[in-house]
């Protein structure tokens, strides 16, 4: 499949009526692992991505490390993959738009970038920028527009919900493919929110948010774990070495659905 044919592909399943759902990777492994239990296209967490290389999540890991993340994973698996990006690695649009390039070189067919604390002008000429390189690459590039004001509590409680209907506007006038609201969890404003934006909407696991079922119900169209499965393998790592580190028991570590030979089955060979 050709890297146009998984952006196509990748586009089609956010057409709906079904949720597309995407337990976000973290390396090579993990892509292979999450795509044998069903996923139809995988994403990155650049939080996760950033912990398992030993960095802190907020634009700390080096890019050169991050595009050889996504490469690993978009050879390793046979769906589409999305890239996390941060911010694009850019304090402007230009540099944006080069960074775009490097990742789509890379294999991703579609990017997540957010605006965080910076204006929201500054990611609509990041959109502009980086839809025009990938226009020049040749690929029909998806862009998922985070919205940082649920999820950063970048206005009061009471604005929050317009303001994140004005930025979305200002997004999907910038050649954004869809809006992702994280930290939104209320069903009957995300019903109003897949009303009140043009794109399709992207929600993140959280705490209180509703089942997939509801979210498929009201319109949603795409649903990421975000760092939810990375820092539950973290957990679930602590544990299992503290009660080693305790007894040494090997029972604990032979535990699960896999077995050596089942994960090796899964890798690329050579």
């Known amino acids: 499949m050709t890297i146009q044919d998984r952006a196509k592909t990748f ?4 057409a709906g009526p079904r949720l597309l759902i995407l337990p976000n990777a ?6 292979r692992v ?3 239990a069903g996923a139809t296209a995988i994403a990155t967490s ?3 991505v950033a912990w398992a290389h030993g960095y802190a999540d907020g634009q700390f890991l080096p890019f050169e490390t991050l595009l050889a993340a996504v490469s690993e994973i978009a050879k390793t ?3 589409p993959v999305s890239a996390d990006i941060e911010a694009a690695y850019a304090h402007d649009a230009a540099t944006a738009a080069r960074t775009v390039g490097q990742v789509i070189e890379a294999g991703a067919v579609g990017i997540n970038i957010e605006d965080g604390n910076d204006a929201p002008d500054l990611l ?6 980086l839809r025009s390189a990938a226009a020049k690459a040749g690929v029909p590039l998806w862009v998922n527009a985070r919205i940082d004001t649920y999820l950063r509590r970048l206005v009061p409680a009471e604005q929050a919900y317009d303001e994140t209907v004005r930025r979305a506007a200002l997004y999907t006038r910038a050649g954004a493919s869809s809006i992702f609201a994280p930290g939104l969890v209320e069903t009957d404003a995300l019903a109003q929110l897949v009303k009140d934006v043009a794109l399709p909407l992207n929600v993140l696991a959280w705490p209180g948010l509703a089942d997939a079922a509801t979210l498929e119900r009201i319109g949603v169209r795409r ?14 790592t602590l544990e299992l070495a503290k009660a080693f580190l305790g007894d040494g028991a090997s029972e604990p570590l032979t535990q699960g ?6 994960v090796n089955g899964m890798m690329r060979k050579g």
């Open 11 to 14: 586009a089609a399943l956010h």
């Open 26 to 31: 973290w390396d090579a492994g993990s892509a």
């Open 34 to 36: 999450i795509e044998s």
């Open 46 to 48: 650049s939080a996760a």
């Open 77 to 79: 698996v046979s769906v």
């Open 124 to 129: 609509a000429g990041k959109i502009e920028n």
């Open 223 to 236: 649903l990421s774990a975000g760092s939810g499965i990375g820092k539950a393998v973290l957990n679930r």
């Open 257 to 262: 659905p896999l077995s050596n030979a089942d």
